[in-house]
Every structure is written in structure tokens, then in C-alpha cells.
T-cell receptor, first 114, second 114 residues
Framework: GENVEQHPSTLSVQEGDSAVIKCTYS??????FPWYKQELGKGPQLIID?????GEKKDQRIAVTLNKTAKHFSLHITETQPEDSAVYFC?????????????FGKGTSLLVTP | GAGVSQSPSNKVTEKGKDVELRCDPI?????LYWYRQSLGQGLEFLIY????????KSGLPSDRFSAERTGGSVSTLTIQRTQQEDSAVYLC????????????FGQGTRLTVV
């Protein structure tokens, strides 16, 4: 099955700095790559996603880049704020008989200190 | 409702007892997914429903786990003869249809088997 590796597992940055989280995957057929943010006691929430026909996507302070050849994609958060502190998960999937069932990375706990 | 609703929020059960976890997806969403989140395994896919049928049950860890969906809406995940290793947060997600990429998660049910 799909193997998704996510690094780092924990990340601490000063407010205003940038944060980068990286994921690699194994299945070259994967074509959809979302990032989820999970706050304590809540379910994951989609923050940005990218499809395999696009190399980069931006939404205000967050961006995702995809390298299909190398099978890795990254989340970039600029001008970090304390409210960005949460656990971030990358995921990988392809539309199949499972709809868009997600294969998740193990998560990155991001701490933004004032 | 406004979002995916799961009940109960927390469940403590004795080893060997059966439990039922409920998911109310967003109204009109035909695709429904169950995931399990545990410290050791991260977020794992369990089962996918399209309408009332489950084309993919491949993530169910054992035959003690089963799920059903009725009326194309509410889904119930049942765990029989619970074991301590079943302790985890069980998350439900729904999306508009099988080709919709964005999945909306509920807040989860925290199951503790003692």
C-alpha cells in the first residue's frame, strides 16, 4: 500500500518565522495531496491541497509545492502566528473504488512561540 | 447540520464489551469515511461508504469491526468484544460525492477500553 513519510515530527519556530514540513510518498499513481491542520480536541481541517498537474499553490500565508518526479511535497507557512500552533498532517490519495480515501503521514506538531 | 457530528464524544468501556459509534455526515454528502487515530499508528483509513454500500472495507483491522450506513446518511461503527488496543479516537469524514476531494471531519469519538 501507499507509504507516506512526514518530517519533522515536531517543529518549533518563533512568531514571524517560516515553517516548512515535508512529505514523501511511494505510489506514483497518487494524484491528490491535501494538508490538514488538527487542533486539540478537534477533527482535522483541510487547509490547502494540490493536484498532480500543478507544481505549486498558494493561499495567503500558506503554500504547497509538489515534485511528482521525486514523489515529495511540502507545506510552507510564512509569517507564522501563535494560532498556527497545531498538528499538521499531509495525505496522499488517488480516486478509486475508495473514493478519495486518504493515506496520512504521521503528523508534525508545530509550536509557534511569541 | 452545519458539520459532521459524531457521538458520543467520549466513551469508556470495559474490555470484552461491544460499542457503537455514530456519525451524522453533512446533509447531502454521499461519501462517508471512517478513520482511526492512535498514538502508535497515526491516522488510518478504516472503511468507505458511497450511499449505503461500502465498496472498500480494507482498513477494518479485524472481524470484530463492522459498519453500516442507512438512508444514505447516518453511519454506525460497531466494535465487538473490545480490546485495549482498540483505544483510539475514531474519526468520521464526509464529502459531497466520490469525486469530491475535500473531506470534512467530525470531532471524533475518543474510545478508551479499560
Amino acid at each position: 500500500g501507499e507509504n507516506v513519510e512526514q518530517h519533522p515530527s515536531t517543529l518549533s519556530v518563533q512568531e514571524g518565522d517560516s515553517a516548512v514540513i515535508k512529505c514523501t510518498y511511494s505510489d506514483s499513481a497518487s494524484n491528490y495531496f491535501p494538508w490538514y491542520k488538527q487542533e486539540l480536541g478537534k477533527g482535522p481541517q483541510l487547509i490547502i491541497d494540490i493536484r498532480s498537474n500543478v507544481g505549486e499553490k498558494k493561499d495567503q500565508r500558506i503554500a504547497v509545492t509538489l515534485n511528482k518526479t521525486a514523489k515529495h511535497f511540502s507545506l510552507h507557512i510564512t509569517e507564522t502566528q501563535p494560532e498556527d500552533s497545531a498538528v499538521y498532517f499531509c495525505a496522499v490519495t488517488t480516486n478509486s473504488n475508495s473514493g478519495y480515501a486518504l493515506n496520512f503521514g504521521k503528523g508534525t506538531s508545530l509550536l509557534v512561540t511569541p | 447540520g452545519a458539520g459532521v457530528s459524531q457521538s458520543p464524544s467520549n466513551k469508556v468501556t470495559e474490555k470484552g464489551k461491544d460499542v457503537e459509534l455514530r456519525c451524522d455526515p453533512i446533509s447531502g454528502h454521499t461519501a462517508l469515511y471512517w478513520y482511526r487515530q492512535s498514538l502508535g499508528q497515526g491516522l488510518e483509513f478504516l472503511i468507505y461508504f458511497q450511499g449505503n454500500s461500502a465498496p472498500d472495507k480494507s482498513g477494518l483491522p479485524s472481524d470484530r469491526f463492522s459498519a453500516e450506513r442507512t438512508g444514505g446518511s447516518v453511519s454506525t461503527l460497531t466494535i465487538q468484544r473490545t480490546q485495549q488496543e482498540d483505544s483510539a479516537v475514531y474519526l468520521c469524514a464526509s464529502s459531497l460525492d466520490p469525486r469530491s476531494t475535500e473531506a470534512f471531519f467530525g470531532q471524533g469519538t475518543r474510545l478508551t477500553v479499560v
